[in-house]
């Protein structure tokens, strides 16, 4: 075996070890994000986004797109599903009349302030049980790992 096939192999291994680690714990944020709070994951990852671009009168829809890791067309009907959810809204840009802004309304911004402590709660136990899972352990040490906080 040579030593480009072994480190091949090694991002193969780590590549299906993401998938199956992002995918449990979509599922598990999900379903207590959905049952606590009626936004999915994906909704509220999309809030928090535009909370955090508000000061700059909301994001541009392709960056959210890519903020969220979706599709363009997938993100809209989120905002829209959103804005008629009223925790959002969008607005056409005054520069240029082809790009539309997302925005979080108060409302949005209450949901994802009384979410936030279900998604870290739920995100760490997910993190945890991930960590005794052969599957998916050394993946979860290395995304806890920071460098900037080891001794040395």
Same mark, same amino acid.
């Not at 949005?108 to 009384?114: H, L, R, S, Y």
């Not at 402590?117 to 991930?130: G, M, S």
């Given at each position: *075996? ?28 999900? %379903?207590?994000? $959905? #049952?606590?709070?009626?936004?999915? !994951? ?6 928090? !986004? *535009?909370?955090?671009?508000? %000061? ?15 599709? $363009? ?24 009349? #082809?790009? *539309?802004? =997302? $925005? ?12 936030? =402590?279900?998604?870290? %709660? ?31």
């Amino acid at each position: *075996m040579t030593a480009g096939r072994g480190r091949r192999d090694g991002e193969v291994e780590l590549w299906r070890q993401l998938t199956v680690l992002t995918s449990r714990i979509s599922n598990t944020l999900d %379903k207590r994000l $959905q #049952r606590g709070h009626g936004v999915s !994951v994906a909704e509220y990852t999309a809030l928090v !986004v *535009m909370r955090d671009n508000a %000061k700059s009168g909301g994001v541009r829809m392709q960056d959210l797109a890519e903020a969220v890791g979706l599709s $363009q067309s997938t993100v809209s009907r989120l905002v829209a599903r959103l804005e008629n959810e009223g925790l959002a809204g969008r607005v056409i840009s005054e520069e240029d009349r #082809r790009v *539309m802004y =997302a $925005q979080i309304s108060e409302q949005g911004t209450a949901v994802i302030a009384d979410a936030a =402590a279900t998604f870290q %709660k739920e995100l760490t136990t997910a993190l945890d049980v991930a960590s005794f899972d052969e599957q998916t352990a050394s993946l979860v040490a290395r995304l806890r790992h920071n460098p900037a906080t080891a001794g040395g």
